[in-house]
């Protein structure tokens, strides 16, 4: 697990699986808020690293089934809303609770993700900025 805290944001990189997955906890260290960012094979380990934080939402950049394997668990175990471009929703067992489109903000706590739509590896790839 590799972990970046500047004092304003931590993001904790969790490598899950055998195909070289990461999924990414951003977290508010003033108040716990966090969003997971993809649901990758290990989900225990993401839900792991997650303790102790809440939740708040799932954000998933794109599609392909190895960023999913770990979802309904992730899912099921959180009871997050989850996030993910309307061109790629598709893939999910259920409809999101909310379509990332480029330019929204998410409030985290104190932090703002933004969505930046990024088509080309999937037709709604998404990358979040905070």
Sequence with gaps: MGLHYDGEVRIFKVECGNWGNNAYIVADPKT???VIIDTPPEPEKVLSEAQGLHVKAILIT??????????????DHTGSPVWIHSADANALPNPPEHP????????????????IHTPGHTPGATCYRV
Aim: a negative charge.
């Design 62 to 75: 794109h599609n392909h089934s190895d960023h999913l394997v770990g979802f309904q668990e992730i899912r």
């Design 32 to 34: 716990g808020d966090s």
């Design 100 to 115: 990332a489109e480029h330019g929204e903000i998410m409030q985290l706590g104190t932090l703002e993700l933004e969505v």
